[in-house]
């Protein structure tokens, strides 16, 4: 099966939550040095939740992707609850069996989720 | 190209994955029957180890195990292979000589020569080095045609080495540009300038493909690794001229590499013994003279000519089929280039590109093929890479071609 599928393409070619928030709580950078992909995001939260993220960068279409599609997950959700997303939930998110080097790209919007949501 | 109509056959990978279309060999080559077979026989039949035995099957693997070196000497016309040390890669060779002799020689303020399109393995070790010891680490350019931005003439070297350059360490053939540089030249120049220079080559994308001679070729030391031609991987060739080995300091301490221990003192075996600490990869070193006999059967010039007409028929057919959306790397002229043809496509990322172009079996590189220093020059994050070994032919870069426009059609016009 590709692991290009409609879903990952759709948010690949029109992703969601692109840009930067409007007075952000925090803002961070990832990057993934061994093929370039950079994704920066900020995040508003308000009482406890996810307000408003947005994302921009450059990268493949599956870290692109993953953004796009994580982003629209998190947001209005609570922080504590956000705090257990991990690999399996990224995996399952995208719907798609990735090979270990790919991988690396769909968990680099998940390593940036975290580091906005560690003192929270 | 008679030669190269049946070599596939002998290949059982092509027999195990059909429809394979292997274009990685500047990663690593595929292997053919006679490797895979003497690898299986010592296996089988004589797996002891090495000079310690005095029972038959040890001195068989013996035996076995230092004609390869003799092989090895021959194939690269050295002088006595004494100077044909063993180890486990090209980084390993590139890594005992920065390790060795560059600790003994380089000093603050002496200066380290290298180039931006070497492979991390002839770089990293370098820079390190010159940390260490407060030398100055000097680097040379490329130019946007893909070669070394130097004169070797006469004109512009003098700007780069000076007497106080203790090591020039530079690669015979670039992984991604597909530059052969002139080495010979080069070190005709540099000697000019400073003769006590220690020149290393990284010669991991050179000694697979062309007929290299070090007699001739003028420098100190030479690497390369057995898995990229033919051979089995866990291999490395450190060639070294001898007096230069003979008076390094060993790289790692422990068995097969003494004469005699004390708990005063311990002496050393000559080279290139002195360099093989511990128990090699012996039924892997075995089975690579087979490699280079395979090698050999076809005719590295002859190897060298099929390479080259199929990249640049890659090189011509790319430009041809998709114009400005294909940015390729490295020089026209294939007279100075070996089989390697990087490029990126449009604005897709090079890992997408891979994907998808193995979702047609078809195998590239992707990503910035440890070369970052060179990646940033050409102000690219990453770059697919098409490599061409003997076992390609003409189909190879059709499918890649398909290939190519599924991309475009999965990916659209991002």
């Excluded at chain 2, 820079?127 to 946007?144: H, M, P, S, T, Y």
């Amino acid at each position: 099966m590709s692991i290009y599928s409609e879903l990952i393409l759709d948010n690949y070619e029109n992703p969601r939550n692109v840009g930067v928030v409007k007075k952000p709580s925090k803002r961070v950078s990832v990057s993934n040095p061994l093929c370039g992909d950079a994704i920066s995001m900020s995040v508003r939260i308000k009482k406890g939740r996810v307000a408003e993220i947005k994302f921009e960068g450059t990268g493949c279409a599956i870290s692109q992707a993953s953004s796009s599609m994580l982003t629209e997950y998190v947001k209005g959700k609570e922080i504590v609850l956000l705090k257990n997303l991990d690999k399996k939930f990224i995996i399952m998110m995208l719907g798609v069996e990735l090979g270990v080097n790919r991988l690396k790209c769909a968990l680099l919007p998940l390593e940036a989720l975290k580091k906005l949501l560690v003192e929270y | 190209m008679d030669e190269f109509k049946n070599v596939k056959k002998q290949f059982p990978i092509f027999s195990n994955f059909p429809g394979l279309i292997y274009l990685d060999s500047t990663a690593t080559s595929l292997k053919p029957w006679s490797v895979i077979d003497e690898l299986s026989k010592y296996y089988s039949n004589y797996s002891a180890n090495i000079y310690r035995g005095v029972y038959r099957i040890s001195e068989k693997a013996t035996e076995e195990f230092e004609k390869t070196r003799q092989i090895v000497a021959q194939f690269l016309k050295a002088k006595t292979s004494d100077e044909i040390v063993f180890t486990r890669n090209t980084t390993e060779s590139l890594n005992l000589v920065a390790y060795t002799l560059g600790r003994q020689i380089v000093g603050e303020g002496d200066e380290i020569v290298t180039t931006v399109m070497e492979h991390h393995s002839n770089f990293v070790p370098w820079q390190q080095l010159a940390f260490e010891n407060g030398a100055v680490f000097k680097v040379i350019d490329v130019d946007d045609r893909g070669y070394l931005a130097c004169h070797f003439d006469g004109t512009t070297i003098p700007n780069i080495i000076s007497k106080r350059t203790k090591v020039l360490a530079l690669t015979y053939v670039s992984n991604v540009l597909g530059t052969i540089n002139p080495v010979k030249q080069i070190i005709l120049q540099a000697r000019k300038i400073n003769p006590d220079i220690i020149v290393v080559v990284d010669a991991a994308q050179a000694v697979p493909h062309l007929d290299v001679n070090v007699a001739e070729l003028g420098c100190d030391f030479l690497a390369f690794s057995s898995h990229k031609m033919l051979g089995p991987t866990g291999v490395g060739v450190l060639w070294g001229r001898l007096n230069l080995l003979e008076k390094m300091f060993p790289f790692m301490f422990g068995g097969e590499m003494i004469v005699d221990v004390s708990i005063a003192k311990t002496t050393f075996k000559r080279p290139p013994h002195k360099f093989e600490a511990g128990t090699p990869a012996i039924g892997e070193i075995i089975a690579f003279k087979e490699a280079i006999k395979f090698l050999q059967a076809i005719g590295l010039e002859k190897i060298r000519h099929h390479e080259k007409i199929l990249a640049l028929r890659c090189f011509d057919t790319l430009k041809k089929e998709f114009g400005e959306k294909i940015k390729l790397y490295g020089p026209n002229n294939f007279d100075d280039r070996g089989g390697v043809v990087a490029f990126n496509f449009g604005d897709y990322h090079s890992h997408d590109v891979a994907s998808i172009l193995d979702e047609e079996n078809i195998a590239v590189r992707a990503g910035h093929h440890c070369a970052m220093p060179l990646h940033k020059r050409l102000d690219a994050n990453s770059s697919v890479r098409a490599s061409f070994y003997i076992y390609n032919n003409e189909n190879d870069i059709d499918l890649l071609v398909k290939g190519l426009r599924k991309v475009e059609k999965i990916l659209k016009n991002k």
